[in-house]
């Protein structure tokens, strides 16, 4: 549902309000997914400590929150922290990017309820340390009465795993009902109709992403061709659009500009984007089978 709210492209910078008059504002997508990639390659390019680079990463989340605050994007979703990190990073990097979060959180909230932005988690994040659920917890109740866009942040995140976590917990439903019912699962699915209501709106509502729509477009910084674990469930549909800008050099304005690419798109969702019908269609012409004398040309 697009946002009610009155816009504040006043706030915009002069550069920003470029490319935000090139937009048609009823086409803003609902849901903005981003994988934040370069930190440490941003580092390295200025002979600079990887932990430099994160820490203007996330200089750059508050920017770009901002901006699409100031355009009513109801979602946006960061890639913040996979699950991959957690298990393949240096436990020193791990633990300043956990010490990074807070201070983030802690450092930022008051500006999230100025730009009415409401915080939200996904992933594994009971796994992280509790100090920083805590902290965590405490900027999502510090800013749950906000009615603007929902930053939501996937830490400890993979797809993968949000998929099993899924399964799981439809498997744990049957078998809680089945008890309270005092039957076996095998029988309460065969009330339900059997293993075919499962079906995708089954799992869609046991993914984490379950109260917010699917992304319209995936931004991918740094250049790199690939989907990293991230949402492969929800983007099944999603425009992608990758930048060759390291994510510390990636603000507001360049957020605009990947929403002008996807407006310049035709999402068909696997149909037409004309009218069209079977009854125009000739009837096909099987191909001529080749003949000696045609092999021979």
């Not at 065969?190 to 089954?202: A, C, K, L, M, N």
Request: charged letters at 25%; a negative charge.
């Amino acid at each position: 549902m697009p946002l009610t709210q009155p816009l504040r492209i006043h706030e915009l910078s002069p550069e920003e309000l470029e490319v935000y008059r090139t937009l048609d504002p009823a086409r803003i997508p609902e849901h903005v997914a981003i994988i934040m990639d370069g930190n440490g390659r941003w580092a390295g390019k200025r002979a600079m400590k990887r932990f430099l680079g994160h820490q203007q990463g996330a200089e750059s989340v508050q920017f770009v929150v901002e901006t699409a605050s100031r355009i009513n994007l109801p979602f946006l979703t960061l890639y913040a922290f996979s699950l991959e990190n957690n298990l393949k990073r240096p436990k020193a990097e791990v633990s300043f990017l956990m010490k990074l979060l807070k201070n983030y959180l802690v450092g930022n909230v008051k500006r999230m309820n100025d730009n009415n932005v409401r915080m939200a988690y996904i992933g594994r994040t009971h796994e992280l340390p509790e100090e920083v659920q805590e902290t965590m917890q405490w900027a999502q109740a510090e800013t749950a009465k906000n009615t603007g866009t929902t930053l939501t942040l996937a830490l400890n995140y993979g797809s993968r795993a949000e998929i099993v976590d899924a399964t799981r917990s439809i498997l744990r439903d049957l078998m809680e009902e089945a008890h309270r019912r005092g039957c076996s699962v095998e029988d309460l699915l065969s009330v339900q109709g059997g293993v075919e209501s499962i079906d995708e709106e089954t799992l869609a509502h046991h993914m984490y992403t379950r109260n917010m729509p699917d992304p319209d477009l995936l931004i991918r910084t740094s250049g790199e061709m690939r989907i990293s674990n991230y949402l492969l469930w929800q983007i099944a549909y999603s425009e992608l659009f990758v930048t060759e800008r390291l994510w510390p050099d990636f603000l507001g304005v360049h957020l605009l500009e990947g929403i002008a690419a996807f407006q310049q798109r035709s999402r068909r969702f696997g149909g037409l984007d004309t009218e069209f019908t079977d009854e125009s269609l000739p009837d096909p012409q099987m191909p001529q089978a080749a003949t000696p004398e045609m092999v021979s040309r």
